[in-house]
């Protein structure tokens, strides 16, 4: 599982652009605080690399590796 | 301790404090987790961490780690990271800094700092512009680019950071962008190791000020900008200045051994009084 935590995220899109996977989509719809937050639609190609959570300038990203 | 739902980073973070003051896509919260990678890469105990800043965006990162950390003037971060350090050489001493901070008020500092090789960590994040302030221009600007204090565009020549320490004598010192996460952990690990002045910088977006006064508006754009004219240094030795013209050399520019100042000091404190000193803490011991 991908978690963003919606109360750190800023939509920056910064996991969409360089998550090698393509796991990430942009919202097209803004949040309560006008935030668009990414939507990590594509799960299954995840390859844990973690290298979203390293770019994330919010520290909003948690990669779980230890599921399916 | 690492909670399920959160960052791999977050337990280092002062949770209370966040979300950071950063604009979205601001490159100092992705600077700051590579500190936290290259960290956990060195095998270096967080408590034994000092982290130092001096004034601006950048210099705000440790108000919002959980470790023992000092915000001081503009420009000076490196003066107060070398008392720290000979007060105690046991502390990983860790200093980050604008390019207006280490650059601009602070390059004196700088240079000296690297021309003792006193074992000092200094990551520069380098956005091209005073964030802080409201966009003026830096000594890093390039040559050409807008800023509010250079409406027609910044025409003097902008320093090489990486260069101008190198030749300072450092004994570390690499450049990476925010855009190179891994190489840049990398290069903070070996910083980290390396005993004596190690210098980092880190070609940094400001999408607020530099990307909206240079035709870059989103923090992906000037990310793209980054990547696409970053080339790495062994290549870049067999170019020549033209075809190096609005490049951005990335890689490691130095990495060598030499005879760091705070060993060397306490050294001679203990061949010239016959034994070691015994300053460091001395205030926490009984009497
Ligand atoms: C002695 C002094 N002079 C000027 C200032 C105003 N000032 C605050 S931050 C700053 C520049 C910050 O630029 P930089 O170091 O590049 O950091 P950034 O905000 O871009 O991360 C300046 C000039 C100050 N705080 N103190
Ligand atoms: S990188 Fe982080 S802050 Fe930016 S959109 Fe993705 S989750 Fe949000
Ligand atoms: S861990 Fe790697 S593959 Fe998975 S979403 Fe993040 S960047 Fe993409
Ligand atoms: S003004 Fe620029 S440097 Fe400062 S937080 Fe915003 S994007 Fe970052």
Redo the contacts with the bound molecule.
């Keep these: 599982m ?1 978690k963003l935590d919606p109360n750190l995220c800023k939509g920056c899109s910064i ?1 969409t652009e ?4 393509g ?2 989509e942009d919202s097209k719809t803004p949040d309560k605080k006008g935030v668009y937050v990414p939507i ?1 639609k594509n799960q299954e ?9 390293l770019m994330c300038p919010d520290q909003a990203i948690k ?1 779980d590796e230890n599921d399916e | 301790m690492e909670e399920a739902n959160e960052s791999p980073f977050m337990k280092y973070m002062r949770k209370d404090r966040l979300p950071h003051i950063f604009c979205a896509g601001c490159g100092n919260g992705i600077v700051l987790n590579t500190f936290f990678k290259g960290m956990e890469m060195a095998e270096v105990d967080f408590d034994n961490v000092v982290m130092v800043s001096g004034i601006g965006c950048s210099s705000r990162i440790p108000g919002y780690v959980k470790c023992d950390s000092l915000h001081t003037t503009h420009g000076r971060p490196i003066s107060f990271a070398s008392g720290l350090k000979l007060g105690n050489p046991e502390l990983d001493v860790v200093v980050f800094s604008g390019d207006g901070d280490a650059a601009a008020i602070g390059g004196n500092h700088l240079i000296h700092g690297a021309r003792r090789n006193m074992d000092l960590t200094v990551i520069c994040i380098n956005n091209s512009i005073y964030g802080m302030t409201g966009g003026q221009i830096s000594p890093t600007s390039p040559q050409g680019s807008y800023g509010t204090t250079a409406p027609y565009g910044a025409f003097e020549r902008p320093f090489d950071l990486a260069e101008l320490v190198s030749a300072a004598g450092a004994s570390y010192v690499a450049r990476w962008t925010t855009a190179h996460a891994l190489q840049l952990s990398n290069s903070i690990k070996k910083a980290l190791e390396n005993k004596g002045f190690s210098f980092v910088e880190v070609i940094s977006q400001c999408p607020t000020y530099y990307g909206r006064k240079n035709k870059m508006r989103s923090p992906l754009d000037m990310m793209r900008w980054m990547k696409e004219n970053s080339i790495n240094k062994r290549k870049a030795d067999t170019m020549d200045s033209e075809e190096l013209a609005g490049k951005l050399v990335v890689g490691e520019f130095v990495n060598k051994a030499e005879r760091e100042f705070s060993q060397e000091l306490y050294d001679l404190v203990e061949e010239k009084y016959g034994k070691k000193s015994d300053a460091i803490k001395s205030a926490y011991r009984d009497d």
């Design positions: 991908i996991c360089f998550c090698p996977k796991v990430y990590p190609k995840c390859t844990k690399c973690n290298l979203c959570a990669v």
